[in-house]
């Protein structure tokens, strides 16, 4: 290559005698020369590999030799050539340019360290998607490791780069990055606090990408995208995303619904309001309308029968209603309602299943119904709510009950009209 330059140099002091502007247009020229040769190898070698390793690829069965391909991971050692060639041509120059000499040198070895780099990252990316592509990935989520690898490896790719531009040995900047120990833990807080967490998450199995998680104080409810080092993306509900730091996920109180999910049930836990003053006893008329209803008859009559016995047996008169044992509306209710909701093919039978009375307040006595869908989405969840609560509103009539609710416009004016006529 020096005989290349003063080739080079005798040319421009043909042209021109002076000796300065040839030496430097001659460097020059060389210096591009150079560029060009190292990116005309660098396509051909590039054009080769991924002619052959597409070749190899296609032949092959396996699904990890795809995705090495597709993160470019065999175009990284193309740049070999220019690495090689730019080491090369390090000591072409003549006596009067020997500085270009350590230009080319430290030229080479920062491309070589930045290669070397960038073949392992992409190493790592294309790891992470060969894992991804086994089941127990989603059990077990390894991004947040990855992801450390990376910060690691840039950080000493970092050293060494900068080793080569201030001419020291890596050992030494290594050596002085401990008295920097505390500011480096400032500035590296997040990711640190963000790997213990990876580890406490996967360990304990506590959340993975695909789960419905609940975080309050966060405004997040929805499904876990994506978790990191330094932070968990969920896409909330109404298609919002919201990021949360990693370790909030251990430090602060999530609900995962994951357990919900692999349930096989939804709970349904809503109550409605009974206006207390239509709560009766059961007389003869209201017994022999229910006894037409097949979910109650057998149970109306098998308790007639049961007060009956017992009101003998205590020599009560059946008009005492105080002293012996009655049936009522709300009770032949209740148990109305657990007979529809065990024949209804849409709630579980087989989990939680209770219907009960809250506390009274002034606003009637809560019945509450307690059961589990066997349908976990939310559209079909919410429609199996609202038909079993429409169908308990347009039944409660036939018990004599009503549901209680604030006088509206509607009440009043209906209330002034019959005080009108009764005027």
Do not use: C
């Amino acid at each position: 290559m020096s005989t290349y330059y003063n080739w080079i140099k005798n040319l421009f002091l043909d042209v021109s005698q002076n000796e300065q502007m040839a030496v430097f247009f001659s460097a020059l020229v060389v210096l591009l020369s150079i560029a060009a040769l190292s990116g005309i190898f660098h396509l051909i070698l590039r054009a080769a590999l991924r002619g052959i390793f597409s070749k190899i690829v296609k032949r092959t069965r396996f699904e990890w030799d795809d995705i090495l391909f597709k993160n470019r991971v065999f175009n990284v050692l193309a740049h070999i050539a220019p690495v090689l060639i730019i080491g090369w041509a390090s000591n072409f120059a003549g006596n009067d340019i020997q500085w270009m000499d350590g230009i080319l040198n430290g030229l080479a070895k920062i491309y070589l360290i930045a290669v070397i780099i960038a073949l392992l990252n992409r190493l790592l990316t294309a790891s992470l998607d060969i894992y991804q592509t086994y089941p127990f990935s989603k059990e077990r989520p390894i991004k947040g490791y990855v992801q450390l690898m990376k910060l690691l490896l840039y950080f000493i790719g970092a050293i060494f780069l900068i080793s080569v531009l201030v001419s020291k040995s890596p050992g030494n900047l290594f050596t002085g990055l401990g008295a920097m120990a505390a500011v480096l833990m400032f500035v590296f807080k997040d990711p640190i606090l963000g790997f213990v967490a990876s580890i406490q998450l996967a360990a304990n199995k506590m959340v993975k990408p695909g789960d419905w998680v609940s975080l309050p104080s966060y405004n997040a409810d929805g499904t876990v995208e994506d978790i990191s080092l330094t932070s968990v993306k969920v896409q909330n509900w109404d298609k919002t995303i919201t990021t949360i730091p990693t370790y909030a996920l251990v430090s602060g109180s999530m609900t995962n619904w994951i357990g919900m999910e692999e349930s096989g049930g939804r709970r349904i836990k809503r109550s409605i309001n009974i206006d207390m003053t239509t709560v009766r006893f059961a007389d003869t008329k209201l017994l022999e309308h229910l006894r037409q209803f097949s979910l109650i008859r057998e149970y109306v009559e098998k308790k007639e029968e049961e007060v009956k016995e017992y009101n003998r047996a205590k020599q009560l008169d059946e008009r005492d209603y105080v002293s012996g044992r009655r049936q009522t509306n709300l009770g032949i209710f209740r148990k109305y309602l657990e007979a529809y909701l065990h024949a209804h093919p849409g709630v579980h039978d087989e989990m939680t299943f209770l219907i009960r009375h809250l506390q009274p307040t002034e606003k009637g006595i809560p019945v509450e119904i307690y059961v589990f869908s066997k349908d976990q989405r939310w559209a079909n969840y919410e429609e199996l709510q609202a038909d079993i609560f429409d169908h308990i509103l347009a039944v409660l009539p036939e018990f004599g009950l009503r549901v209680f609710q604030n006088p509206s416009g509607e009440d009043f004016r209906i209330l002034k009209h019959i005080s009108n006529n009764d005027a």
